[in-house]
């Protein structure tokens, strides 16, 4: 093209960075631009929280006009910030690759308590003007106070560091481009499939007039495909729920191979508790509407989980408020095993929520300088109940998968397992050098012997020992949903001839739950 483009952007040092970072992408290909600031809604009223301002597009109406009207020839918005139903006569001709779609949870260092979820202090002050982000927080911390956050990306984290508040919560996108030091603070990055995302977040969007065509040829070197495919679901969510980017609502998916996963969460206002869904599928036609009506069902089920669950917890909450009836109970017990002294390793693992307790309950004496691994997301929030943070924490619900890459990961280091008399010793056995390996026998598990099993709609088995011991008691019928925690669990339902099981996608409370209501 032999026009020079004209850029709208707002003046954020984000937009500003968005704005640079497309105009060299443009010089790549062989067009020349220029950038003009335009002053929207958003940026011009600082004294509301964002749902006190009238209208949607409150970010993107200035520039979206200073378009329509021939001012400028290019607007870069952060997708997120986009109405669903673009103006008439504008389309998207590009969307970016995807940076980090995460959030990031900033804590003063003296409101840190690792002990807690998300680390933060006992009754903290959180900064944050997006209903999303509050209906989330407050689901596992009702705790906390929410305090509204204005202002740009800089001025947000100084107002943490002058004490306004304990802790901001930002997206990784914006603090990763602006590549701000945050040394002085304590970062919580937030698994996106746990505390879901606005729908497009960390994806750029290029929009022009319908009627450019040769600017919206040239744009389409600049597309990422994959990102335009997954993001369009979950903005088709946002549309069928015909929200803002104030609906508390959270939809995150991603193409792993040839499969689409996606996870959302929603409720009606912030104060409300959120529902969560997880859906896998092998095209994305059907899927943002099959979320929505998933979102929007309420399943009045029975659920039996082989764990000893207090009400009150977020699991036990979670499916309370999304019409479940919970039953938990484990149908083994554990008696503590001592030990008299421990080998010095450089690492420790633990397998299960009850290896760090048995171990930690018989007060050992730790070597300078040991590591700590855990099987899955679970297991490492116990071990922060101890004070201690994982060094490494197993993502899969495959056993066997975890074992390798944590052998290959310690390859040359000494590990301690503390473990159950009952233990399968799967993670030991992926290690090539059994010499490196030494196990520690930390309780006992046995049958709980009053322990009953209900006819539940769901099923929720979390070890192959409790698998065992409901099958002895009932068997499973094809109508019923089946959930095994891992495929040790799921490899003693298939020797039993129950195939129709599924598994979380993690082997945290949050796949867990997702697992649960997901239908």
């Given amino acids: 093209m032999d026009k020079n483009i004209i850029i709208g952007s707002r003046g954020s040092d984000l937009a500003l960075w968005q704005a640079h970072y497309v105009k060299d992408q443009l010089n790549a290909i062989g067009i020349t631009a220029e950038i003009n600031i335009i002053k929207t809604q958003g940026d011009k009223i600082q004294h509301l929280s964002f749902d006190k301002l009238e209208g949607k597009g409150f970010f993107t109406k200035e520039i979206e006009d200073a378009l329509l009207n021939g001012d400028i020839d290019l607007a870069v918005h952060s997708h997120k910030d ?3 139903t673009p103006p008439e006569g504008l389309v998207i001709a590009a969307v970016s690759e995807r940076e980090d779609p995460s959030e990031f949870l900033l804590i003063r260092k003296e409101a840190v308590d690792i002990r807690l979820p998300f680390s933060l202090k006992a009754k903290a002050v959180v900064g944050t003007s997006s209903a999303r982000r509050k209906t989330q927080l407050l689901a596992v911390r009702n705790d906390i106070e929410l305090k509204d956050l204005r202002g740009n990306v800089p001025t947000r984290i100084q107002k943490l560091r002058d004490g306004q508040y304990d802790a901001i919560m930002l997206a990784a996108a914006g603090v990763r481009r602006l590549e701000i030091d945050l040394s002085d603070l304590h970062v919580e990055q937030l698994d996106p499939r746990e505390f879901v995302p606005a729908p497009a977040q960390g994806a750029l969007a290029l929009q022009v007039r319908a009627t450019d065509e040769a600017l919206i040829e040239a744009l389409a070197a600049l597309n990422s495909d994959t990102v335009q495919e997954t993001i369009a679901v979950e903005r088709k969510v946002l549309n069928l729920f015909e929200g803002g980017c104030q609906l508390p609502l959270g939809v995150y998916c991603i193409k792993e191979g040839a499969t689409y996963k996606a996870w959302a969460a929603a409720s009606k206002t912030w104060e409300d508790f959120p529902k969560r869904i997880y859906t896998e599928a092998l095209s994305t036609a059907a899927m943002a509407q099959n979320i929505v009506e998933q979102l929007q069902h309420t399943q009045h089920q029975s659920v039996f989980v082989s764990r000893n669950i207090k009400a009150g917890t977020y699991f036990w909450d979670v499916l309370e408020k999304n019409g479940l009836t919970v039953v938990a109970n484990s149908l083994t017990r554990f008696e503590q095993v001592p030990y008299d002294t421990i080998p010095s390793t450089d690492w420790i693992f633990f397998s299960s929520k009850n290896c760090v307790k048995y171990f930690f309950a018989q007060q050992p004496t730790l070597a300078e300088g040991v590591k700590f691994g855990t099987i899955g997301g679970a297991t490492a929030i116990a071990l922060k109940q101890e004070g201690i943070v994982a060094d490494y924490t197993g993502a899969s619900t495959d056993t066997e ?29 992926q290690f090539d050098d059994q010499a490196r390996v030494y196990d520690l026998i930390a309780y006992d598990t046995v049958e709980n012997e009053q322990a009953r099993v209900p006819e539940t709609d769901v099923i929720v088995l979390t070890s192959p020992s409790n698998a065992i011991l409901y099958l002895r008691q009932r068997t499973i019928a094809p109508h019923q949903k089946v959930i095994a925690m891992g495929k040790s669990t799921a490899k003693v339902l298939e020797e039993h001839g129950i195939t129709h099981y599924q598994l979380p996608w993690n082997s945290s409370v949050m796949a867990l739950t997702d697992a649960v209501l997901s239908t």
């Fill in 82 to 84: 986009l109405e669903t």
């Fill in 401 to 429: 998968a975890i074992g390798k890459e944590f052998a290959q990961q310690t390859k040359g280091s000494t590990v301690l397992f503390p473990q159950s008399t009952a233990s399968y010793r799967t993670i030991q056995k």
